[in-house]
């Protein structure tokens, strides 16, 4: 159960201190619990499997109290690298039957099966800071992860990047799944031929809050697409009907490439190749800024549009070192707006749904990213400001997936492993130099 604080003897942030002790353990708690041995589950139920990114926020979560453990994670994500250095978005380590979409459907024959995408590659990141915080003890783990992780880099400047944008062929590939991002793109996706199916995700949560029934079915065509050409990238790259340049992906990349130059560079690497692609996504960056909207936004490559959304993605332009203060001024108008930021979808925008996933939730791990970068670029005190808002939602609402930017209410699933780790690592009032 998640215990939570809203109708406790105080409320938050009152008792903090008291409350800060129970948290962190209940956060700690709940990442053991998710553990099924070498990986760790999003969360039990709805996610029985291993997820990229979701792993590398484990691994950062773990190295606040097992840092061997953190390693572990990663080491058993890389385990899984696709011979063309892909590195997949899941890893289906057991068999979920109730589990849909599953193996059977990406139709990628390996042990353990995965998907055929992959995800936001914050792994170079956050490998960098579980490092950072024990050299000695991570010396011999980076030197084992470094050449997957260059190569992992390498597959996405071969077959993700355009224009110095890193594109994604799925929505799930962003990890912001039904973003308003994909709508324009994802109209030129025919959903029509996808056959009869029984969706599994709103069987454990309400389906106000997860994407709808014709999205559902245009995600299904995209991978029925991959499947039937064998994941080939230049047959993917020539004719998918979906190619987005994502900033969200854009930025991660950019600093995890940052990030990979720096452990390059402790390991003795020659890292000129990374500094090649550094200069790419810096200039690429620019490619991203819509000039009649003034932010940051996602590009259809078949197209050359914009599509018009100002979502949490364009907000990691301080995490990735580009754009100055340009998006300061939107940063500032949302944090008025709204009690928990960052949205998902700016509120202003008429597709905002706060309640649904990637179209108006805010996030606690995408929180995190954008604080770190906000700090880093000196605006300490919006940081700090997210940060303590960030607190307060959880630790009135529990340890859940997301939330309502505009009342806190927690949605999605609960007992979830990247807020427990974002909890630890940054949220939590005791997180500071604790990694
Ligand atoms: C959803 C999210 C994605 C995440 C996954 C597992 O698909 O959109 O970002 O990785 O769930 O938590």
Not at 152 to 169: K, L, Y
Not at 195 to 209: A, N
Request: charged fraction near 25%; glycine fraction near 10%.
């Amino acid at each position: 159960m998640t215990r939570n604080f809203r109708n406790g003897p105080g409320n938050w942030p009152e008792r903090q201190d008291e409350m800060t002790e129970q948290l962190d353990q209940q956060a700690r708690d709940i990442m053991t619990g998710n553990d099924r041995g070498g990986y760790t589950v999003p969360t039990s139920g709805l996610y029985p499997y291993q997820w990229n990114w979701d792993s590398m926020f484990a691994a950062w979560g773990f190295s606040t109290f097992d840092r061997a453990r953190a390693w572990v994670e990663a080491e058993t994500l890389f385990a899984s690298q696709w011979e063309n250095g892909m590195v997949p978005h899941i890893i289906f380590h057991r068999e979920v039957p109730e589990y849909f979409p599953g193996p059977e459907v990406w139709g990628r024959e390996r042990s353990p099966a995965t998907s055929g995408i992959s995800q936001p590659p914050v792994a170079a990141t956050l490998i960098r800071w579980i490092y950072e915080a024990d050299r000695a003890e991570g010396a011999a783990h980076l030197r084992a992860l470094y050449p997957k992780l260059l190569a992992w880099h390498r597959w996405f400047m071969a077959h993700r990047c355009e224009r110095g944008m890193i594109v994604v062929t799925h929505p799930w590939e962003s990890g912001r799944d039904n973003a308003a991002d994909w709508d324009a793109a994802m109209a030129n996706v025919d959903g029509s031929g996808v056959g009869e199916y029984t969706r599994r995700d709103t069987s454990h949560v309400d389906g106000s809050m997860r994407p709808t029934k014709e999205q559902y079915d245009r995600y299904l065509a995209l991978v029925h697409f991959g499947r039937d050409c064998h994941w080939d990238e230049e047959v993917i790259r020539q004719s998918s009907p979906f190619r987005v340049a994502d900033p969200g992906m854009s930025f991660i990349f950019l600093r995890a490439c940052r990030d990979l130059a720096a452990l390059g560079a402790e390991l003795g690497e020659d890292t000129s190749e990374i500094a090649g692609w550094i200069a790419a996504l810096e200039e690429g960056a620019a490619s991203h800024w819509n000039p009649e909207r003034g932010h940051y936004d996602s590009v259809d490559i078949r197209t050359g549009r914009f599509s018009g959304a100002l979502s949490s993605g364009a907000f990691l332009c301080w995490y990735a070192g580009v754009g100055g203060d340009a998006m300061l001024p939107a940063l500032e108008r949302i944090m008025q707006a709204v009690r928990y930021p960052v949205p998902s979808l700016d509120p202003a925008d008429p597709r905002f749904d706060a309640p649904r996933y990637w179209r108006g939730p805010m996030w606690g791990m995408f929180n995190a990213l954008i604080a770190r970068g906000l700090a880093e670029a000196g605006h300490g005190a919006i940081a700090e400001d997210l940060r303590r808002r960030t607190a307060e939602c959880i630790a009135r609402n529990g340890f859940y997936e997301y939330f309502n930017p505009v009342t806190g209410a927690p949605a999605g699933g609960g007992l979830f492993t990247w807020t427990a780790a974002i909890w630890l690592t940054w949220a939590s009032p005791a997180a500071e130099g604790r990694v």
